[in-house]
T-cell receptor, first 115, second 113 residues
Framework: GAGVSQSPSNKVTEKGKDVELRCDPI?????LYWYRQSLGQGLEFLIY????????KSGLPSDRFSAERTGGSVSTLTIQRTQQEDSAVYLC?????????????FGPGTRLLVL | GNSVTQMEGPVTLSEEAFLTINCTYT??????LFWYVQYPGEGLQLLLK?????DKGSNKGFEATYRKETTSFHLEKGSVQVSDSAVYFC????????????FGKGTKLSVIP
Protein backbone atom coordinates (compact mmCIF):
# COMPACT_ATOMS: atom_id res chain seq x y z
CA GLY A 1 0.00 0.00 0.00
CA ALA A 2 0.94 3.66 -0.17
CA GLY A 3 3.35 5.00 2.38
CA VAL A 4 3.43 8.34 4.14
CA SER A 5 3.47 11.19 1.67
CA GLN A 6 4.47 14.80 2.24
CA SER A 7 4.16 17.93 0.17
CA PRO A 8 5.82 19.97 -1.05
CA SER A 9 9.08 18.06 -1.29
CA ASN A 10 11.00 21.33 -1.35
CA LYS A 11 10.02 24.82 -0.27
CA VAL A 12 12.02 28.01 -0.56
CA THR A 13 10.58 31.05 1.16
CA GLU A 14 11.61 34.48 2.28
CA LYS A 15 12.13 35.37 5.89
CA GLY A 16 8.87 36.57 7.45
CA LYS A 17 6.54 34.60 5.19
CA ASP A 18 4.19 31.86 6.39
CA VAL A 19 4.50 28.28 5.12
CA GLU A 20 2.26 25.22 5.27
CA LEU A 21 3.60 21.69 5.11
CA ARG A 22 1.29 18.77 4.47
CA CYS A 23 1.40 15.15 5.57
CA ASP A 24 -0.76 12.26 4.38
CA PRO A 25 -0.26 9.32 6.74
CA ILE A 26 -0.74 5.67 5.88
CA UNK A 27 -4.45 4.93 5.66
CA UNK A 28 -5.86 3.72 8.97
CA UNK A 29 -2.94 4.92 11.08
CA UNK A 30 -4.25 6.72 14.13
CA UNK A 31 -1.00 8.18 15.46
CA LEU A 32 0.89 10.90 13.60
CA TYR A 33 4.16 12.62 14.47
CA TRP A 34 6.12 15.58 13.16
CA TYR A 35 9.89 15.73 13.51
CA ARG A 36 12.52 18.16 12.30
CA GLN A 37 15.94 17.17 10.97
CA SER A 38 18.62 19.83 10.91
CA LEU A 39 22.39 19.74 10.71
CA GLY A 40 22.98 21.28 14.09
CA GLN A 41 20.23 19.61 16.10
CA GLY A 42 19.79 16.20 14.49
CA LEU A 43 16.29 14.70 14.58
CA GLU A 44 13.91 16.45 16.98
CA PHE A 45 10.32 15.66 17.93
CA LEU A 46 7.83 18.46 17.33
CA ILE A 47 4.26 17.26 17.94
CA TYR A 48 2.15 14.12 18.28
CA UNK A 49 -1.45 13.49 17.22
CA UNK A 50 -3.73 10.73 18.38
CA UNK A 51 -6.67 10.98 16.03
CA UNK A 52 -7.37 14.68 15.66
CA UNK A 53 -6.10 15.59 19.11
CA UNK A 54 -2.59 16.74 19.91
CA UNK A 55 -1.87 15.60 23.47
CA UNK A 56 1.83 16.41 23.16
CA LYS A 57 3.01 19.66 21.61
CA SER A 58 6.09 19.88 23.78
CA GLY A 59 8.55 19.87 20.89
CA LEU A 60 7.21 22.90 19.05
CA PRO A 61 10.08 25.43 19.27
CA SER A 62 7.98 28.58 19.44
CA ASP A 63 4.43 29.87 19.13
CA ARG A 64 5.13 30.52 15.44
CA PHE A 65 4.70 26.79 14.93
CA SER A 66 1.28 25.15 14.92
CA ALA A 67 -0.25 21.99 13.52
CA GLU A 68 -3.63 20.47 13.00
CA ARG A 69 -5.04 17.18 11.86
CA THR A 70 -8.45 16.71 10.33
CA GLY A 71 -10.59 13.64 9.77
CA GLY A 72 -8.02 11.56 11.59
CA SER A 73 -5.92 11.70 8.46
CA VAL A 74 -4.16 14.65 6.82
CA SER A 75 -2.05 16.92 8.97
CA THR A 76 -0.73 20.40 8.26
CA LEU A 77 2.25 21.99 10.00
CA THR A 78 2.22 25.78 9.75
CA ILE A 79 5.17 28.03 10.43
CA GLN A 80 4.35 31.72 10.70
CA ARG A 81 6.81 34.54 10.12
CA THR A 82 9.56 32.13 9.11
CA GLN A 83 13.11 32.70 10.31
CA GLN A 84 16.36 31.43 8.83
CA GLU A 85 16.81 29.04 11.76
CA ASP A 86 13.61 27.29 10.63
CA SER A 87 15.48 25.90 7.63
CA ALA A 88 15.47 22.12 8.01
CA VAL A 89 13.87 18.95 6.71
CA TYR A 90 10.44 18.42 8.26
CA LEU A 91 9.51 14.76 8.60
CA CYS A 92 6.13 13.24 9.23
CA UNK A 93 5.62 9.74 10.58
CA UNK A 94 2.58 7.61 11.35
CA UNK A 95 1.91 4.42 13.25
CA UNK A 96 -1.09 2.14 13.32
CA UNK A 97 -1.78 2.82 16.97
CA UNK A 98 -0.03 4.69 19.71
CA UNK A 99 2.48 2.71 21.69
CA UNK A 100 6.14 2.53 22.46
CA UNK A 101 6.51 -0.76 20.61
CA UNK A 102 4.84 0.49 17.45
CA UNK A 103 6.89 1.13 14.34
CA UNK A 104 6.69 4.68 13.06
CA UNK A 105 6.73 4.93 9.26
CA PHE A 106 8.33 8.06 7.89
CA GLY A 107 7.56 10.15 4.85
CA PRO A 108 10.25 11.52 2.52
CA GLY A 109 10.21 14.92 4.21
CA THR A 110 9.82 18.53 3.15
CA ARG A 111 13.06 20.43 2.78
CA LEU A 112 12.46 24.02 3.86
CA LEU A 113 14.91 26.79 3.06
CA VAL A 114 14.28 30.25 4.49
CA LEU A 115 16.26 32.99 2.74
CA GLY B 1 15.11 12.92 30.19
CA ASN B 2 15.70 10.36 27.47
CA SER B 3 18.85 10.39 25.37
CA VAL B 4 20.66 8.25 22.82
CA THR B 5 24.39 8.32 22.19
CA GLN B 6 25.86 6.66 19.13
CA MET B 7 29.34 6.62 17.76
CA GLU B 8 30.32 9.58 15.66
CA GLY B 9 31.03 9.00 12.03
CA PRO B 10 31.82 8.90 9.33
CA VAL B 11 32.77 5.25 9.18
CA THR B 12 34.48 3.94 6.06
CA LEU B 13 34.80 0.19 5.52
CA SER B 14 35.84 -2.06 2.69
CA GLU B 15 33.28 -4.43 1.24
CA GLU B 16 32.88 -7.65 3.28
CA ALA B 17 34.26 -6.03 6.45
CA PHE B 18 32.59 -6.45 9.83
CA LEU B 19 30.48 -3.54 11.04
CA THR B 20 29.73 -2.38 14.56
CA ILE B 21 27.99 0.89 15.35
CA ASN B 22 27.74 1.49 19.08
CA CYS B 23 24.58 2.86 20.67
CA THR B 24 23.86 3.50 24.35
CA TYR B 25 20.80 5.06 25.88
CA THR B 26 19.34 6.71 28.96
CA UNK B 27 15.62 6.34 29.55
CA UNK B 28 12.95 6.26 32.20
CA UNK B 29 10.82 3.16 32.28
CA UNK B 30 11.23 0.35 29.79
CA UNK B 31 12.00 1.68 26.33
CA UNK B 32 11.73 0.01 22.97
CA LEU B 33 14.85 0.39 20.81
CA PHE B 34 15.11 0.94 17.09
CA TRP B 35 17.64 1.29 14.32
CA TYR B 36 16.53 3.41 11.38
CA VAL B 37 18.47 3.81 8.12
CA GLN B 38 18.50 6.68 5.66
CA TYR B 39 19.85 5.81 2.22
CA PRO B 40 21.12 8.68 0.05
CA GLY B 41 18.22 10.76 -1.21
CA GLU B 42 15.62 8.68 0.62
CA GLY B 43 13.55 8.91 3.78
CA LEU B 44 14.03 7.18 7.10
CA GLN B 45 13.09 3.53 7.18
CA LEU B 46 13.04 1.05 10.00
CA LEU B 47 15.92 -1.41 9.89
CA LEU B 48 15.17 -3.41 13.05
CA LYS B 49 13.76 -3.09 16.53
CA UNK B 50 13.66 -4.78 19.94
CA UNK B 51 10.97 -4.16 22.52
CA UNK B 52 12.29 -5.82 25.67
CA UNK B 53 15.53 -6.79 27.34
CA UNK B 54 17.56 -9.56 25.66
CA ASP B 55 15.48 -9.37 22.48
CA LYS B 56 17.49 -9.48 19.26
CA GLY B 57 16.28 -7.53 16.26
CA SER B 58 17.51 -8.60 12.84
CA ASN B 59 16.97 -7.64 9.21
CA LYS B 60 19.00 -7.74 5.98
CA GLY B 61 21.95 -9.32 7.79
CA PHE B 62 22.01 -6.62 10.48
CA GLU B 63 21.52 -7.53 14.15
CA ALA B 64 21.23 -5.70 17.45
CA THR B 65 20.58 -7.06 20.94
CA TYR B 66 18.77 -5.08 23.65
CA ARG B 67 21.15 -5.12 26.64
CA LYS B 68 19.46 -3.64 29.70
CA GLU B 69 22.44 -4.19 32.00
CA THR B 70 24.70 -2.06 29.78
CA THR B 71 21.88 0.13 28.35
CA SER B 72 23.13 -0.64 24.86
CA PHE B 73 21.80 -1.61 21.44
CA HIS B 74 24.84 -1.97 19.20
CA LEU B 75 24.28 -2.58 15.48
CA GLU B 76 26.35 -5.32 13.80
CA LYS B 77 26.70 -6.88 10.38
CA GLY B 78 29.15 -9.59 9.51
CA SER B 79 29.89 -8.60 5.91
CA VAL B 80 28.93 -5.17 4.60
CA GLN B 81 28.15 -4.38 0.99
CA VAL B 82 28.45 -1.17 -1.01
CA SER B 83 24.66 -0.97 -0.94
CA ASP B 84 24.77 -0.62 2.87
CA SER B 85 26.23 2.88 2.52
CA ALA B 86 23.78 5.10 4.39
CA VAL B 87 23.24 7.02 7.62
CA TYR B 88 22.18 4.86 10.57
CA PHE B 89 20.16 6.25 13.49
CA CYS B 90 19.65 4.58 16.84
CA UNK B 91 16.40 5.59 18.57
CA UNK B 92 14.24 4.81 21.56
CA UNK B 93 10.63 5.15 22.55
CA UNK B 94 10.09 5.12 26.28
CA UNK B 95 6.71 3.46 26.16
CA UNK B 96 4.85 6.26 27.86
CA UNK B 97 3.34 9.59 27.02
CA UNK B 98 3.39 10.36 23.34
CA UNK B 99 5.74 7.48 22.42
CA UNK B 100 7.88 9.94 20.51
CA UNK B 101 11.18 8.69 19.20
CA UNK B 102 14.40 10.07 20.66
CA PHE B 103 17.20 9.74 18.11
CA GLY B 104 20.95 9.61 18.23
CA LYS B 105 22.92 11.97 15.99
CA GLY B 106 23.36 9.38 13.25
CA THR B 107 26.40 7.55 11.90
CA LYS B 108 27.30 7.83 8.24
CA LEU B 109 28.65 4.60 6.79
CA SER B 110 30.50 4.44 3.49
CA VAL B 111 31.43 1.06 2.06
CA ILE B 112 34.05 1.02 -0.66
CA PRO B 113 34.56 -1.82 -3.16
Amino acid sequence: GAGVSQSPSNKVTEKGKDVELRCDPISGHTALYWYRQSLGQGLEFLIYFQGNSAPDKSGLPSDRFSAERTGGSVSTLTIQRTQQEDSAVYLCASSLVSGGRETQYFGPGTRLLVL
Amino acid sequence: GNSVTQMEGPVTLSEEAFLTINCTYTATGYPSLFWYVQYPGEGLQLLLKATKADDKGSNKGFEATYRKETTSFHLEKGSVQVSDSAVYFCALSDGAGSYQLTFGKGTKLSVIP
